[in-house]
Protein backbone atom coordinates (compact mmCIF):
# COMPACT_ATOMS: atom_id res chain seq x y z
CA UNK A 1 0.00 0.00 0.00
CA UNK A 2 1.50 3.17 -0.86
CA UNK A 3 0.11 6.45 0.80
CA UNK A 4 0.03 9.62 -1.27
CA UNK A 5 -1.94 13.13 -0.62
CA UNK A 6 -3.65 11.25 2.18
CA UNK A 7 -5.15 8.77 -0.18
CA UNK A 8 -4.42 5.26 0.06
CA UNK A 9 -4.00 3.67 -3.39
CA UNK A 10 -3.88 -0.24 -3.19
CA UNK A 11 -1.49 -2.15 -5.93
CA UNK A 12 -2.90 -3.95 -8.63
CA UNK A 13 -3.79 -7.48 -7.55
CA UNK A 14 -0.39 -8.97 -9.60
CA UNK A 15 2.46 -11.75 -9.09
CA UNK A 16 5.00 -8.70 -9.82
CA UNK A 17 6.65 -6.53 -7.32
CA UNK A 18 5.47 -3.12 -7.93
CA UNK A 19 6.60 0.01 -6.87
CA UNK A 20 3.55 2.66 -6.69
CA UNK A 21 3.48 6.35 -6.85
CA UNK A 22 0.45 8.65 -6.66
CA UNK A 23 -0.57 12.18 -7.62
CA UNK A 24 -3.70 13.90 -7.36
CA UNK A 25 -4.46 17.44 -8.62
CA UNK A 26 -8.06 18.85 -8.75
CA UNK A 27 -9.63 20.78 -11.37
CA UNK A 28 -11.89 23.54 -10.90
CA UNK A 29 -14.64 22.10 -13.45
CA UNK A 30 -15.54 18.64 -13.25
CA UNK A 31 -14.46 16.32 -16.77
CA UNK A 32 -17.44 16.64 -18.65
CA UNK A 33 -19.56 13.63 -20.92
CA UNK A 34 -18.18 11.47 -18.47
CA UNK A 35 -14.78 11.02 -20.04
CA UNK A 36 -12.61 7.77 -18.48
CA UNK A 37 -9.46 7.61 -19.82
CA UNK A 38 -6.62 5.13 -19.37
CA UNK A 39 -3.30 6.25 -20.92
CA UNK A 40 -0.64 3.64 -20.73
CA UNK A 41 2.83 3.92 -21.34
CA UNK A 42 5.58 1.06 -21.39
CA UNK A 43 8.73 1.11 -19.66
CA UNK A 44 12.00 -0.71 -20.37
CA UNK A 45 12.13 -3.58 -18.06
CA UNK A 46 7.94 -4.26 -17.93
CA UNK A 47 7.50 -1.47 -15.97
CA UNK A 48 4.27 1.11 -16.71
CA UNK A 49 3.38 4.46 -16.63
CA UNK A 50 -0.44 5.03 -16.32
CA UNK A 51 -2.36 8.02 -16.35
CA UNK A 52 -5.74 8.11 -15.58
CA UNK A 53 -8.77 10.79 -16.08
CA UNK A 54 -11.78 9.88 -14.73
CA UNK A 55 -15.20 11.81 -14.00
CA UNK A 56 -15.09 13.82 -10.80
CA UNK A 57 -12.21 16.79 -11.56
CA UNK A 58 -9.54 14.11 -10.12
CA UNK A 59 -6.60 13.13 -11.90
CA UNK A 60 -5.29 10.25 -10.20
CA UNK A 61 -0.96 9.28 -11.82
CA UNK A 62 -0.39 5.66 -11.07
CA UNK A 63 3.64 4.74 -11.57
CA UNK A 64 4.41 0.91 -11.57
CA UNK A 65 7.84 0.32 -10.93
CA UNK A 66 8.17 -3.46 -11.61
CA UNK A 67 10.98 -5.16 -9.90
CA UNK A 68 10.72 -8.67 -11.66
CA UNK A 69 11.14 -11.69 -9.08
CA UNK A 70 14.69 -12.74 -9.63
CA UNK A 71 13.85 -16.66 -9.64
CA UNK A 72 11.33 -16.98 -12.88
CA UNK A 73 13.42 -14.96 -14.78
CA UNK A 74 16.62 -16.36 -14.44
CA UNK A 75 17.93 -18.13 -17.48
CA UNK A 76 20.99 -20.62 -16.37
CA UNK A 77 22.74 -22.40 -19.49
CA UNK A 78 22.61 -25.81 -19.91
CA UNK A 79 19.45 -26.87 -18.49
CA UNK A 80 19.97 -25.72 -14.94
CA UNK A 81 17.54 -27.60 -12.32
CA UNK A 82 14.77 -25.65 -10.35
CA UNK A 83 16.51 -26.29 -7.76
CA UNK A 84 19.95 -24.51 -9.28
CA UNK A 85 17.99 -21.96 -10.11
CA UNK A 86 16.39 -20.91 -7.20
CA UNK A 87 19.51 -21.83 -5.27
CA UNK A 88 21.57 -18.70 -7.28
CA UNK A 89 18.42 -16.34 -6.96
CA UNK A 90 18.07 -16.64 -2.94
CA UNK A 91 22.58 -16.54 -3.18
CA UNK A 92 22.40 -13.49 -5.21
CA UNK A 93 19.83 -11.80 -3.47
CA UNK A 94 21.16 -12.33 -0.13
CA UNK A 95 24.06 -10.91 -1.31
CA UNK A 96 21.96 -7.50 -2.29
CA UNK A 97 21.69 -8.16 -6.39
CA UNK A 98 17.92 -7.33 -6.35
CA UNK A 99 18.00 -7.64 -10.11
CA UNK A 100 18.01 -10.10 -12.35
CA UNK A 101 21.54 -10.43 -14.40
CA UNK A 102 22.03 -9.55 -18.08
CA UNK A 103 23.86 -12.79 -18.38
CA UNK A 104 25.07 -15.72 -16.74
CA UNK A 105 27.48 -18.12 -18.10
CA UNK A 106 28.16 -21.52 -16.16
CA UNK A 107 31.54 -21.48 -15.14
CA UNK A 108 31.73 -25.19 -14.00
CA UNK A 109 28.80 -27.57 -13.16
CA UNK A 110 30.90 -30.38 -12.22
CA UNK A 111 30.46 -33.00 -9.12
CA UNK A 112 32.53 -30.25 -6.79
CA UNK A 113 30.05 -27.23 -7.03
CA UNK A 114 28.23 -25.00 -9.57
CA UNK A 115 29.92 -21.64 -10.42
CA UNK A 116 28.46 -18.82 -12.40
CA UNK A 117 29.44 -15.94 -14.13
CA UNK A 118 26.85 -12.93 -13.36
CA UNK A 119 26.60 -10.12 -15.42
CA UNK A 120 24.65 -6.83 -14.19
CA UNK A 121 24.62 -3.29 -16.19
CA UNK A 122 25.17 -0.26 -14.25
CA UNK A 123 23.81 2.67 -15.07
CA UNK A 124 25.16 6.40 -13.88
CA UNK A 125 23.32 9.78 -15.34
CA UNK A 126 24.93 12.31 -16.79
CA UNK A 127 23.09 15.61 -16.48
CA UNK A 128 19.27 14.92 -17.33
CA UNK A 129 16.28 15.52 -15.32
CA UNK A 130 15.50 12.94 -13.08
CA UNK A 131 11.65 13.74 -12.68
CA UNK A 132 8.93 13.17 -14.99
CA UNK A 133 6.32 16.04 -14.63
CA UNK A 134 2.10 15.39 -14.64
CA UNK A 135 0.17 18.90 -15.23
CA UNK A 136 -3.30 19.86 -15.90
CA UNK A 137 -3.95 22.93 -18.22
CA UNK A 138 -6.10 24.43 -15.81
CA UNK A 139 -4.88 23.85 -12.52
CA UNK A 140 -3.27 26.25 -10.23
CA UNK A 141 -0.10 24.05 -9.51
CA UNK A 142 1.83 21.02 -10.73
CA UNK A 143 1.61 18.14 -9.42
CA UNK A 144 5.30 16.24 -9.54
CA UNK A 145 5.31 12.35 -9.36
CA UNK A 146 9.54 10.69 -9.01
CA UNK A 147 9.81 8.59 -12.47
CA UNK A 148 10.66 4.91 -11.57
CA UNK A 149 14.20 3.77 -11.04
CA UNK A 150 15.39 2.62 -14.73
CA UNK A 151 18.70 3.05 -16.55
CA UNK A 152 16.45 4.78 -19.20
CA UNK A 153 13.82 6.67 -19.60
CA UNK A 154 11.43 6.65 -22.62
CA UNK A 155 11.63 9.11 -25.47
CA UNK A 156 8.03 10.10 -27.12
CA UNK A 157 6.61 13.85 -28.10
CA UNK A 158 3.51 15.08 -25.97
CA UNK A 159 0.33 13.91 -26.03
CA UNK A 160 -2.71 16.65 -26.14
CA UNK A 161 -6.08 15.52 -24.80
CA UNK A 162 -8.52 18.49 -26.03
CA UNK A 163 -12.45 18.41 -24.47
CA UNK A 164 -13.95 22.03 -24.54
CA UNK A 165 -10.41 23.59 -23.75
CA UNK A 166 -10.27 21.02 -20.72
CA UNK A 167 -6.68 19.79 -21.67
CA UNK A 168 -4.52 17.43 -19.84
CA UNK A 169 -0.67 17.39 -21.02
CA UNK A 170 1.66 14.72 -20.75
CA UNK A 171 5.30 15.93 -20.63
CA UNK A 172 7.68 12.77 -20.94
CA UNK A 173 11.27 13.24 -19.70
CA UNK A 174 13.97 13.88 -21.91
CA UNK A 175 16.30 11.17 -22.99
CA UNK A 176 18.55 10.00 -20.31
CA UNK A 177 22.06 9.97 -21.74
CA UNK A 178 23.85 7.12 -19.61
CA UNK A 179 27.37 5.73 -19.14
CA UNK A 180 26.72 1.60 -18.85
CA UNK A 181 28.82 -0.23 -17.04
CA UNK A 182 28.98 -4.10 -16.96
CA UNK A 183 29.96 -5.51 -13.02
CA UNK A 184 30.57 -9.01 -13.16
CA UNK A 185 30.35 -11.32 -10.23
CA UNK A 186 31.31 -14.88 -9.57
CA UNK A 187 29.20 -16.93 -8.01
CA UNK A 188 30.01 -20.27 -6.60
CA UNK A 189 27.04 -22.96 -4.91
CA UNK A 190 28.22 -25.25 -2.19
CA UNK A 191 27.38 -29.03 -4.00
CA UNK A 192 26.31 -31.82 -1.68
CA UNK A 193 29.44 -33.22 -1.81
CA UNK A 194 30.96 -29.69 -0.59
CA UNK A 195 28.60 -29.90 2.11
CA UNK A 196 29.22 -33.44 3.33
CA UNK A 197 33.36 -32.46 3.77
CA UNK A 198 32.83 -29.12 5.09
CA UNK A 199 30.90 -27.84 8.41
CA UNK A 200 29.00 -24.82 7.59
CA UNK A 201 31.53 -22.73 9.72
CA UNK A 202 34.37 -24.25 7.33
CA UNK A 203 32.25 -22.96 4.40
CA UNK A 204 33.64 -19.98 2.36
CA UNK A 205 35.82 -19.29 5.65
CA UNK A 206 39.65 -19.91 3.75
CA UNK A 207 38.37 -18.07 0.96
CA UNK A 208 37.36 -14.70 3.02
CA UNK A 209 40.86 -15.36 4.52
CA UNK A 210 42.80 -15.23 1.17
CA UNK A 211 41.08 -12.28 -0.22
CA UNK A 212 41.69 -10.69 3.41
CA UNK A 213 45.73 -11.12 2.53
CA UNK A 214 45.27 -10.74 -1.31
CA UNK A 215 45.90 -13.98 -2.54
CA UNK A 216 42.55 -14.82 -4.16
CA UNK A 217 39.43 -12.90 -5.66
CA UNK A 218 37.96 -10.68 -3.61
CA UNK A 219 35.26 -12.23 -1.47
CA UNK A 220 32.08 -10.00 -1.27
CA UNK A 221 29.75 -12.26 0.08
CA UNK A 222 29.67 -15.82 1.90
CA UNK A 223 27.59 -18.12 3.54
CA UNK A 224 26.44 -21.43 4.06
CA UNK A 225 25.18 -22.08 1.01
CA UNK A 226 27.96 -20.18 -1.44
CA UNK A 227 29.63 -17.33 -1.51
CA UNK A 228 30.25 -14.33 -4.38
CA UNK A 229 33.82 -12.92 -5.46
CA UNK A 230 34.85 -10.05 -7.78
CA UNK A 231 35.67 -11.66 -11.52
CA UNK A 232 39.47 -12.61 -12.42
CA UNK A 233 39.74 -11.86 -15.88
CA UNK A 234 42.58 -14.28 -17.43
CA UNK A 235 42.74 -18.16 -17.60
CA UNK A 236 43.16 -21.10 -15.66
CA UNK A 237 46.81 -22.91 -16.13
CA UNK A 238 47.01 -26.09 -17.22
CA UNK A 239 50.01 -29.01 -16.51
CA UNK A 240 51.44 -28.08 -19.81
CA UNK A 241 52.16 -24.48 -18.55
CA UNK A 242 53.91 -25.99 -15.46
CA UNK A 243 56.06 -28.42 -17.53
CA UNK A 244 56.78 -26.25 -19.96
CA UNK A 245 60.14 -25.08 -21.20
CA UNK A 246 59.72 -21.37 -20.38
CA UNK A 247 57.74 -21.83 -17.69
CA UNK A 248 60.43 -21.13 -15.14
CA UNK A 249 61.59 -17.89 -16.16
CA UNK A 250 57.82 -16.73 -16.53
CA UNK A 251 54.37 -18.16 -15.07
CA UNK A 252 56.47 -20.17 -12.04
CA UNK A 253 58.68 -17.52 -11.18
CA UNK A 254 55.68 -15.53 -10.50
CA UNK A 255 53.58 -18.57 -9.15
CA UNK A 256 56.29 -18.72 -6.15
CA UNK A 257 56.40 -15.16 -3.82
CA UNK A 258 52.25 -15.96 -4.31
CA UNK A 259 52.72 -19.56 -2.98
CA UNK A 260 55.05 -18.50 -0.15
CA UNK A 261 53.29 -15.63 0.87
CA UNK A 262 50.30 -18.54 1.06
CA UNK A 263 52.01 -20.91 3.47
CA UNK A 264 53.82 -18.17 5.33
CA UNK A 265 49.72 -17.11 6.85
CA UNK A 266 50.04 -18.00 10.82
CA UNK A 267 48.11 -20.97 12.02
CA UNK A 268 47.60 -21.60 15.21
CA UNK A 269 50.00 -23.79 17.28
CA UNK A 270 49.88 -27.72 16.35
CA UNK A 271 46.81 -27.39 13.97
CA UNK A 272 45.33 -30.56 12.76
CA UNK A 273 46.15 -31.55 9.34
CA UNK A 274 42.56 -30.87 7.64
CA UNK A 275 43.31 -33.39 5.09
CA UNK A 276 42.43 -36.05 7.06
CA UNK A 277 39.14 -34.15 8.00
CA UNK A 278 38.55 -34.44 4.68
CA UNK A 279 38.86 -37.99 4.13
CA UNK A 280 37.52 -39.44 7.43
CA UNK A 281 33.82 -37.37 6.47
CA UNK A 282 33.96 -38.71 2.57
CA UNK A 283 35.02 -42.53 3.90
CA UNK A 284 31.93 -42.20 6.20
CA UNK A 285 29.70 -41.25 4.02
CA UNK A 286 30.43 -43.93 1.79
CA UNK A 287 30.67 -46.21 4.73
CA UNK A 288 26.31 -45.13 5.47
CA UNK A 289 25.33 -44.97 1.67
CA UNK A 290 26.56 -48.50 1.42
CA UNK A 291 27.67 -47.73 -2.52
CA UNK A 292 29.87 -50.57 -3.41
CA UNK A 293 32.98 -49.56 -4.54
CA UNK A 294 34.54 -51.11 -8.22
CA UNK A 295 35.54 -54.59 -8.14
CA UNK A 296 37.98 -55.70 -5.76
CA UNK A 297 38.53 -52.44 -3.83
CA UNK A 298 36.83 -52.76 -0.35
CA UNK A 299 35.83 -49.62 1.87
CA UNK A 300 37.92 -51.61 4.61
CA UNK A 301 41.09 -51.42 2.19
CA UNK A 302 40.84 -47.62 1.50
CA UNK A 303 39.99 -47.43 5.46
CA UNK A 304 43.38 -49.07 6.25
CA UNK A 305 45.50 -47.21 3.28
CA UNK A 306 44.38 -43.75 4.85
CA UNK A 307 45.70 -44.62 8.12
CA UNK A 308 48.94 -46.13 7.00
CA UNK A 309 49.37 -43.09 4.91
CA UNK A 310 48.69 -40.67 8.43
CA UNK A 311 50.75 -42.98 10.32
CA UNK A 312 53.91 -42.62 7.86
CA UNK A 313 53.69 -38.65 7.63
CA UNK A 314 53.28 -38.12 11.02
CA UNK A 315 56.67 -39.92 11.32
CA UNK A 316 58.25 -38.55 8.70
CA UNK A 317 57.19 -35.03 10.78
CA UNK A 318 56.91 -32.73 7.43
CA UNK A 319 55.57 -29.30 8.12
CA UNK A 320 52.10 -27.98 8.44
CA UNK A 321 51.69 -24.45 6.90
CA UNK A 322 49.07 -22.55 5.58
CA UNK A 323 48.09 -24.93 2.40
CA UNK A 324 45.77 -24.46 -0.61
CA UNK A 325 44.29 -28.12 -0.23
CA UNK A 326 43.87 -28.63 -4.26
CA UNK A 327 46.61 -26.94 -5.79
CA UNK A 328 46.22 -28.51 -9.04
CA UNK A 329 47.01 -25.89 -12.31
CA UNK A 330 43.82 -25.12 -13.12
CA UNK A 331 42.98 -23.85 -9.35
CA UNK A 332 45.66 -20.86 -10.18
CA UNK A 333 44.48 -18.11 -12.23
CA UNK A 334 47.04 -16.48 -15.08
CA UNK A 335 45.83 -13.04 -15.14
CA UNK A 336 45.42 -9.89 -17.52
CA UNK A 337 47.38 -10.07 -21.00
CA UNK A 338 49.84 -7.92 -21.10
CA UNK A 339 49.43 -8.04 -24.64
CA UNK A 340 46.22 -8.52 -27.63
CA UNK A 341 44.45 -11.47 -26.89
CA UNK A 342 44.80 -12.88 -30.40
CA UNK A 343 48.67 -12.85 -29.81
CA UNK A 344 47.77 -14.68 -26.24
CA UNK A 345 45.73 -17.63 -27.97
CA UNK A 346 48.71 -18.23 -30.22
CA UNK A 347 51.25 -17.73 -27.34
CA UNK A 348 49.92 -18.57 -24.02
CA UNK A 349 53.22 -17.48 -22.40
CA UNK A 350 52.76 -13.67 -23.69
CA UNK A 351 49.81 -13.38 -21.33
CA UNK A 352 51.12 -11.63 -18.32
CA UNK A 353 52.92 -13.45 -15.45
CA UNK A 354 50.85 -12.07 -12.49
CA UNK A 355 48.99 -14.49 -11.12
CA UNK A 356 46.11 -15.73 -8.19
CA UNK A 357 44.60 -18.57 -6.87
CA UNK A 358 40.97 -19.48 -6.50
CA UNK A 359 38.48 -22.49 -5.32
CA UNK A 360 40.14 -22.19 -1.63
CA UNK A 361 37.34 -24.85 -0.35
CA UNK A 362 39.97 -27.02 0.84
CA UNK A 363 42.22 -24.63 2.38
CA UNK A 364 43.32 -24.55 5.58
CA UNK A 365 46.18 -26.65 7.64
CA UNK A 366 47.94 -28.88 5.11
CA UNK A 367 51.51 -30.49 4.90
CA UNK A 368 53.85 -28.30 2.74
CA UNK A 369 54.80 -30.71 0.72
CA UNK A 370 51.21 -32.10 -0.51
CA UNK A 371 50.67 -28.81 -1.56
CA UNK A 372 53.61 -28.38 -3.82
CA UNK A 373 53.33 -31.85 -5.10
CA UNK A 374 50.19 -31.57 -6.52
CA UNK A 375 51.33 -28.37 -8.74
CA UNK A 376 53.81 -30.51 -10.26
CA UNK A 377 51.81 -33.56 -10.56
CA UNK A 378 51.18 -35.04 -14.23
CA UNK A 379 50.15 -38.08 -16.10
CA UNK A 380 52.44 -37.01 -18.93
CA UNK A 381 56.50 -36.01 -18.57
CA UNK A 382 57.38 -34.29 -15.30
CA UNK A 383 60.06 -31.47 -15.56
CA UNK A 384 62.06 -32.02 -12.09
CA UNK A 385 64.31 -28.75 -13.52
CA UNK A 386 61.15 -26.75 -13.69
CA UNK A 387 60.25 -27.89 -10.25
CA UNK A 388 63.64 -27.78 -9.23
CA UNK A 389 63.88 -23.92 -10.08
CA UNK A 390 60.34 -23.05 -8.71
CA UNK A 391 61.26 -24.58 -5.06
CA UNK A 392 65.05 -22.45 -5.41
CA UNK A 393 62.46 -19.71 -6.02
CA UNK A 394 60.05 -21.08 -3.32
CA UNK A 395 62.26 -21.04 -0.60
CA UNK A 396 64.10 -17.80 -1.24
CA UNK A 397 60.65 -16.00 -0.99
CA UNK A 398 59.72 -18.15 2.32
CA UNK A 399 63.29 -16.83 3.99
CA UNK A 400 62.36 -12.97 2.84
CA UNK A 401 58.92 -13.38 4.99
CA UNK A 402 60.60 -15.12 7.78
CA UNK A 403 63.20 -12.51 8.23
CA UNK A 404 63.16 -9.89 5.43
CA UNK A 405 65.88 -7.76 7.38
CA UNK A 406 68.07 -10.44 9.41
CA UNK A 407 71.44 -10.82 8.33
CA UNK A 408 72.78 -14.36 8.58
CA UNK A 409 76.17 -14.63 10.80
CA UNK A 410 77.14 -17.41 8.74
CA UNK A 411 79.69 -16.67 5.38
CA UNK A 412 78.20 -16.43 1.75
CA UNK A 413 79.98 -19.58 1.17
CA UNK A 414 78.28 -21.40 4.26
CA UNK A 415 74.89 -20.10 2.79
CA UNK A 416 74.98 -20.80 -0.21
CA UNK A 417 76.32 -24.53 0.24
CA UNK A 418 73.72 -24.92 3.05
CA UNK A 419 70.49 -23.65 0.27
CA UNK A 420 72.19 -26.29 -1.39
CA UNK A 421 71.21 -28.82 1.31
CA UNK A 422 67.86 -27.27 1.83
CA UNK A 423 66.84 -27.19 -1.79
CA UNK A 424 67.67 -31.05 -1.72
CA UNK A 425 65.44 -31.41 1.60
CA UNK A 426 62.47 -29.74 0.33
CA UNK A 427 62.87 -31.67 -3.17
CA UNK A 428 62.92 -34.91 -1.77
CA UNK A 429 59.95 -33.73 0.80
CA UNK A 430 57.92 -32.73 -2.09
CA UNK A 431 58.29 -36.01 -3.68
CA UNK A 432 57.28 -38.13 -1.01
CA UNK A 433 53.50 -36.92 -1.08
CA UNK A 434 53.04 -38.39 -4.77
CA UNK A 435 51.26 -41.65 -3.02
CA UNK A 436 49.20 -39.67 -1.01
CA UNK A 437 48.03 -36.60 -3.66
CA UNK A 438 46.51 -39.89 -5.40
CA UNK A 439 44.96 -41.86 -2.54
CA UNK A 440 43.17 -38.22 -1.62
CA UNK A 441 41.88 -38.26 -5.52
CA UNK A 442 40.64 -41.62 -5.15
CA UNK A 443 39.02 -41.64 -2.26
CA UNK A 444 37.50 -38.53 -3.67
CA UNK A 445 35.78 -40.34 -6.78
CA UNK A 446 34.59 -42.84 -4.63
CA UNK A 447 32.84 -40.64 -2.49
CA UNK A 448 31.26 -39.47 -5.51
CA UNK A 449 30.19 -42.55 -7.03
CA UNK A 450 28.57 -43.34 -3.06
CA UNK A 451 27.07 -39.58 -2.98
CA UNK A 452 25.73 -39.65 -6.87
CA UNK A 453 24.95 -43.04 -7.85
CA UNK A 454 23.10 -42.57 -10.91
CA UNK A 455 26.19 -40.99 -12.06
CA UNK A 456 28.70 -43.51 -10.62
CA UNK A 457 29.79 -44.84 -14.39
CA UNK A 458 31.01 -41.59 -14.83
CA UNK A 459 33.29 -41.94 -11.69
CA UNK A 460 34.34 -45.39 -11.62
CA UNK A 461 36.84 -45.18 -14.52
CA UNK A 462 38.62 -41.80 -12.24
CA UNK A 463 38.39 -43.78 -9.22
CA UNK A 464 40.44 -46.97 -10.31
CA UNK A 465 42.67 -45.16 -12.59
CA UNK A 466 43.58 -42.78 -9.36
CA UNK A 467 43.86 -45.94 -7.22
CA UNK A 468 46.32 -47.72 -9.61
CA UNK A 469 48.19 -44.61 -9.53
CA UNK A 470 48.45 -44.75 -5.97
CA UNK A 471 49.39 -48.27 -5.09
CA UNK A 472 51.99 -47.76 -7.51
CA UNK A 473 53.67 -45.19 -5.74
CA UNK A 474 52.54 -46.41 -2.18
CA UNK A 475 55.87 -47.95 -1.50
CA UNK A 476 57.66 -44.53 -1.98
CA UNK A 477 56.80 -43.66 1.50
CA UNK A 478 57.32 -47.12 3.00
CA UNK A 479 60.09 -47.24 5.78
CA UNK A 480 62.67 -48.00 3.68
CA UNK A 481 60.94 -46.71 0.82
CA UNK A 482 62.98 -44.70 -1.66
CA UNK A 483 61.83 -41.32 -0.93
CA UNK A 484 61.75 -41.81 2.73
CA UNK A 485 65.47 -42.58 2.05
CA UNK A 486 66.09 -39.56 0.10
CA UNK A 487 64.33 -37.43 2.62
CA UNK A 488 66.19 -38.62 5.40
CA UNK A 489 69.05 -38.62 3.78
CA UNK A 490 68.74 -34.82 2.93
CA UNK A 491 68.11 -33.78 6.40
CA UNK A 492 71.39 -35.41 7.64
CA UNK A 493 73.50 -34.29 5.42
CA UNK A 494 72.09 -30.41 5.88
CA UNK A 495 72.46 -31.25 10.40
CA UNK A 496 76.08 -32.46 8.97
CA UNK A 497 76.63 -29.34 7.48
CA UNK A 498 75.22 -26.85 10.35
CA UNK A 499 76.74 -29.10 13.32
CA UNK A 500 80.46 -29.23 11.64
CA UNK A 501 79.92 -25.06 11.61
CA UNK A 502 79.29 -24.55 15.48
CA UNK A 503 81.78 -26.47 15.98
CA UNK A 504 84.01 -24.62 14.11
CA UNK A 505 82.61 -21.50 15.87
CA UNK A 506 82.88 -23.02 19.30
CA UNK A 507 86.40 -23.73 18.94
CA UNK A 508 87.25 -20.48 17.34
CA UNK A 509 85.42 -18.52 20.15
CA UNK A 510 87.37 -20.81 22.72
CA UNK A 511 90.42 -20.01 21.31
Known amino acids: MCQSHGRAVAPPSSSLDLTIATARARSPAPVRGGVSLLLLLLLPHASALAVHVQQGGACTCLLWGCRRSLAPSLALPGGASDSQREALSSLLQNAGYSGAPTRVEELSAGFCNWVYLCEYEEAAAESTPERAEVTHACTEAA ?3 SAIEATELIDTSAELLDDDDQRVRVRPPMRKRVARTVRTVVAKLFSPLAKLRLTPAMRGAADASASDHGLGPRVLFSSSDGLITDFVRGRTLTESDIHAPRASRGVLRALAPRLAALHSVSLPANPPVVLWHFMAQMLQQIRQSGAALPQGISVEQVEGEVLRMRSRFEEL ?13 SNVMQQL ?27 GAHYRGYDLFKLFRTSGQRSRKNMRAFLSEY ?11 RRSPFSR ?12 ELQAETLAFEPLTWLEAAVFFFFAMATY ?15 KCYLASAHLVDCDGPATRQLLAAR ?11 RRINAAVAA
Open 453 to 467: PSKAHEWRPLAIDRW
Open 413 to 424: RFRRALAVDELD
Open 337 to 363: PAVPEAEAEVDPSALSTDVTFIDFELA
Open 395 to 405: LRCIKEHKAPE
Open 492 to 502: EHKQARIARRA
Open 317 to 329: QVLVVNGHGDLKP
Open 143 to 145: EVV
